[in-house]
T-cell receptor
Framework: DSGVTQTPKHLITATGQRVTLRCSPR?????VYWYQQSLDQGLQFLIQ???????AKGNILERFSAQQFPDLHSELNLSSLELGDSALYFC?????????????FGEGSRLTVL | AQTVTQSQPEMSVQEAETVTLSCTYD???????LFWYKQPPSRQMILVIR??????QNATENRFSVNFQKAAKSFSLKISDSQLGDTAMYFC???????????FGAGTRLTVKP
């Protein structure tokens, strides 16, 4: 158990809809990272927050947004969903603001867009 | 742009044998990190081993070791005395120093057979 909690574990929705994925980092960790893993692909970095502020941005679509709240949990909002957004979305946390690779990953949220 | 290539989509090994997973990467950077992550059926990403590019000595973690060839931009993972619990997807990843955007390869599915 990494200590990172993601909800929901599974989500099925229709094209055009909006969903919110939630992540609670490991106790004491200030950074939260979001990754997208499409079928049989490696992980794609989306965005990182550190202590409530956006720290780094990767290949995140404009239809997607994220935020980190004062209690350090984070939410990833996906809107105007398309079939291609079906993927496993991972949250990871670390203690510092600089990624040294020692990330603790949650079990992911599997999103299916029909 | 940095790319990470894992040329072996699937591999298998007998229990107690040794297996080597390949990874090559492309970068113009001189300082960076390389990683191997394991993703078992539970889907959780687990850091297996990390290598700093400025270190010439190959990293080792128990039964896991790497062969880092900086000039050749190669970073292979050797698993000795393979165990059934090593069955998983293995991802090679690259990250520039002080940059939080970690780039992953497409993964190698390893099956350890009894």
């Amino acid at each position: 158990d990494s200590g990172v909690t993601q909800t929901p574990k599974h989500l099925i929705t229709a094209t055009g809809q909006r969903v919110t994925l939630r992540c609670s980092p490991r106790s004491g960790d200030l950074s939260v990272y979001w990754y997208q893993q499409s079928l049989d692909q490696g992980l794609q970095f989306l965005i990182q927050y550190y202590n409530g502020e956006e720290r780094a941005k990767g290949n995140i679509l404009e239809r997607f947004s994220a935020q980190q709240f004062p209690d350090l949990h984070s939410e990833l909002n996906l809107s105007s969903l398309e079939l291609g957004d079906s993927a496993l979305y991972f949250c990871a946390s670390s203690s510092g603001g600089v990624n040294t690779g020692e990330l603790f990953f949650g079990e992911g949220s599997r999103l299916t867009v029909l | 742009a940095q790319t990470v290539t894992q040329s072996q989509p699937e591999m298998s090994v007998q229990e107690a044998e040794t297996v080597t997973l390949s990874c090559t990467y492309d970068t113009s950077e001189n300082n960076y990190y390389l990683f191997w992550y394991k993703q078992p059926p539970s889907r959780q990403m687990i850091l297996v081993i990390r290598q700093e590019a400025y270190k010439q000595q190959n990293a080792t973690e128990n039964r896991f070791s790497v062969n880092f060839q900086k000039a050749a931009k190669s970073f292979s993972l050797k698993i000795s005395d393979s165990q059934l619990g090593d069955t998983a997807m293995y991802f090679c990843a690259f990250m520039k120093l002080y940059n939080n955007d970690m780039r992953f390869g497409a993964g190698t599915r390893l099956t350890v057979k009894p």
